[in-house]
């Protein structure tokens, strides 16, 4: 079996999902998702009260939400709950996803399974009965996956040999560590350190000893904001770290999507900090993507006017971009990261072993950041992209180790002259200005950050060629490498809806746009005061006319 692809595991309650998906997750050292869990801290009910209170159809639409985010993760073990498997479209995407396991075993068995467990079933409230009907109604379903394994007597140890031979897969030997890379961000008010490692999450706890903990004999208590995928691949590993280590921690669930960064949550937040005692001396750490990293920034920030903060970025394009500057932010229905503040973490911690479990399209979402610190001031870093294309798709360790450090080391130096966006830092807009008006205007979750940066690459590349600036071969070498990596080249949107999402960009200086504009590949100049129509004009570059189809 392929590495890239996720082992997942279907069947009837009791049939062993969660206990073989543990121990074969274990010995292949790969993350254990279970979808019921995913359900159930996503709406933060267990699964007998949402069936009570909302009923099995409102259940059935969230566990194929659910299952359908499952199946995009990589190198994953997943347990799905006993009816994920029947709905025809969360069965195509689980196939898709891996090689699906049917684990079977007799009624006899799995009856007597169950009754030692005190979990309550809402399928199973009539006792066998119950059980007996399921199985009549799964069963050949259950059928289609790619293998069916009996449980019937078997040990997990048992299970996993038969499984192993039948697969071919091994338990996995640990790699090689690369060296860690240290940078050094230097603000007006604070240096901090960004350390970039294969594997640094096992080691989080020693390293919040080392820094925080030297001068004093209490340790402080941390709040760990996360989301539920990202507390299934790591974070569970991380929080047993943590404990390990004496540290007090309490785990804030935010549901995932951009969606979920505003207000109303960021309340919610404040009022767990405040219910559970947290003051200035403890620690937020922000474990996830840019809408972990942005939300835990915004809490830390204006929690208690400050408290400490360390980011985990578990995304490419958090790890080389959002973790880093201090930008931190939630949406408004106006428009997004209208309200936040710049407040600079205590560290951010890097670990490049996660990126091969993102899906292909949350990767491509980071590699747009990648590629616009080349083309604003790494000429050296555009033509690594150039020369490493297939080791850059295949997330190659070394090429990842290349890429993130040289970009985090970019990040640092700019905002170490310009820290809060006065001058320079505004250069890191590249792509970015037409970009939030195209996910604004398209809806925010329906267009990717990094696509939408990508057509903005695009689009503020033209208008720069328009303007004289950029020679089309520059602009032609930048579309060919967005092409390379499949970036989309258009997108459907009305550019006339777009105008007026840029109208409020929060970039926007006294009344005036101004734009970073790639005036050659390795420089970018900012420019204000462009004519509306040629703006208008960019915007249709990158849009889908009525004789052409989306790519």
């Known amino acids: 079996m392929s590495l890239k692809q996720n082992l997942i595991f279907i069947g009837l309650s009791g049939s062993g999902k969660t206990t073989v998906g543990k121990y074969v997750s274990e010995n292949l050292g790969l993350p254990f998702l279970n979808t019921d869990v995913l359900i159930e801290e996503t709406l933060g009910e267990s699964i007998p009260e949402i069936f009570s209170q909302k009923g099995e159809q409102a259940f059935r639409a969230v566990e194929r939400e659910i299952v359908g985010k499952a199946s995009e993760i990589r190198k994953a073990v997943i347990a799905t709950g006993g009816g994920a498997w029947i709905h025809p479209e969360s069965r195509k995407l689980l196939k898709e996803s891996g090689t699906v396991i049917y684990l079977t075993c007799s009624l006899q068995e799995l009856w007597s399974r169950l009754q030692k467990t005190a979990e309550k079933r809402p399928l199973l409230q009539k006792g066998f009965v119950s059980l007996e009907k399921l199985h009549n109604e799964r069963h050949k379903i259950y059928e289609e996956a790619h293998y069916v394994l009996d449980t019937t007597g078997k040990s997990p140890e048992e299970i996993w040999q038969e499984l192993s031979q039948k697969l071919g897969i091994k338990k996995i030997k640990k790699q090689p560590r690369l060296p860690r890379k240290e940078i050094t961000v230097e603000t007006t008010g604070k240096s901090y350190p960004v350390l970039i490692e294969s594997g640094i999450r096992f080691n989080i706890g020693t390293f919040l000893e080392e820094k925080f903990c030297s001068a004093v004999r209490k340790k402080p208590r941390l709040f760990l904001i996360t989301n539920p995928f990202v507390k299934a691949i790591c974070?569970?590993?991380?929080?047993?770290?943590?404990?390990?280590?004496?540290?007090?921690?309490?785990?804030?669930?935010?549901?995932?999507?951009?969606?979920?960064?505003?207000?109303?949550?960021?309340?919610?937040?404040?009022?767990?900090?405040?219910?559970?005692?947290?003051?200035?001396?403890?620690?937020?750490?922000?474990?996830?993507?840019?809408?972990?990293?942005?939300?835990?920034?915004?809490?830390?920030?204006?929690?208690?006017?400050?408290?400490?903060?360390?980011?985990?970025?578990?995304?490419?394009?958090?790890?080389?971009?959002?973790?880093?500057?201090?930008?931190?932010?939630?949406?408004?229905?106006?428009?997004?990261?209208?309200?936040?503040?710049?407040?600079?973490?205590?560290?951010?911690?890097?670990?490049?072993?996660?990126?091969?479990?993102?899906?292909?399209?949350?990767?491509?979402?980071?590699?747009?950041?990648?590629?616009?610190?080349?083309?604003?001031?790494?000429?050296?870093?555009?033509?690594?992209?150039?020369?490493?294309?297939?080791?850059?798709?295949?997330?190659?360790?070394?090429?990842?180790?290349?890429?993130?450090?040289?970009?985090?080391?970019?990040?640092?130096?700019?905002?170490?002259?310009?820290?809060?966006?006065?001058?320079?830092?505004?250069?890191?807009?590249?792509?970015?200005?037409?970009?939030?008006?195209?996910?604004?205007?398209?809806?925010?979750?329906?267009?990717?950050?990094?696509?939408?940066?990508?057509?903005?690459?695009?689009?503020?590349?033209?208008?720069?060629?328009?303007?004289?600036?950029?020679?089309?071969?520059?602009?032609?070498?930048?579309?060919?490498?967005?092409?390379?990596?499949?970036?989309?080249?258009?997108?459907?949107?009305?550019?006339?809806?777009?105008?007026?999402?840029?109208?409020?960009?929060?970039?926007?200086?006294?009344?005036?746009?101004?734009?970073?504009?790639?005036?050659?590949?390795?420089?970018?100049?900012?420019?204000?005061?462009?004519?509306?129509?040629?703006?208008?004009?960019?915007?249709?570059?990158?849009?889908?006319?009525?004789?052409?189809?989306?790519?």
Not at 488 to 504: G, H, Q, Y
Not at 517 to 524: K, S
């Open 235 to 551: 974070g569970e590993v991380i929080l047993q770290d943590l404990h390990d280590r004496g540290f007090k921690t309490s785990c804030f669930i935010l549901p995932e999507g951009e969606q979920h960064k505003n207000l109303d949550w960021v309340r919610v937040a404040y009022g767990q900090l405040a219910q559970e005692g947290f003051d200035r001396g403890d620690i937020i750490i922000g474990l996830g993507g840019g809408v972990i990293g942005d939300f835990a920034g915004f809490v830390a920030a204006t929690y208690m006017r400050g408290m400490s903060l360390v980011q985990v970025p578990t995304t490419l394009l958090a790890q080389v971009d959002a973790s880093i500057g201090g930008k931190t932010a939630v949406n408004l229905p106006e428009g997004k990261n209208l309200v936040g503040a710049f407040y600079q973490p205590d560290a951010v911690l890097v670990d490049l072993d996660l990126l091969q479990h993102l899906s292909d399209h949350h990767y491509r979402q980071g590699l747009a950041e990648c590629i616009k610190y080349g083309i604003l001031g790494d000429i050296e870093l555009f033509e690594f992209f150039e020369k490493n294309i297939f080791e850059i798709k295949s997330r190659n360790p070394k090429s990842l180790h290349t890429i993130v450090s040289k970009c985090c080391l970019n990040k640092a130096k700019i905002v170490a002259e310009d820290e809060k966006e006065k001058g320079l830092r505004a250069v890191l807009n590249l792509g970015h200005t037409v970009g939030h008006a195209l996910e604004a205007t398209v809806g925010y979750g329906k267009l990717g950050h990094g696509d939408a940066v990508g057509l903005g690459v695009r689009a503020e590349g033209f208008l720069s060629s328009r303007l004289g600036k950029l020679t089309s071969g520059s602009l032609t070498r930048i579309e060919k490498l967005l092409d390379a990596l499949e970036f989309p080249r258009k997108v459907k949107f009305s550019p006339d809806t777009a105008m007026t999402f840029l109208e409020r960009d929060k970039k926007k200086s006294r009344g005036e746009i101004r734009f970073a504009l790639p005036a050659e590949i390795g420089r970018v100049e900012i420019e204000g005061g462009i004519n509306p129509h040629l703006v208008k004009e960019a915007f249709q570059y990158v849009g889908v006319g009525d004789n052409e189809s989306k790519v």
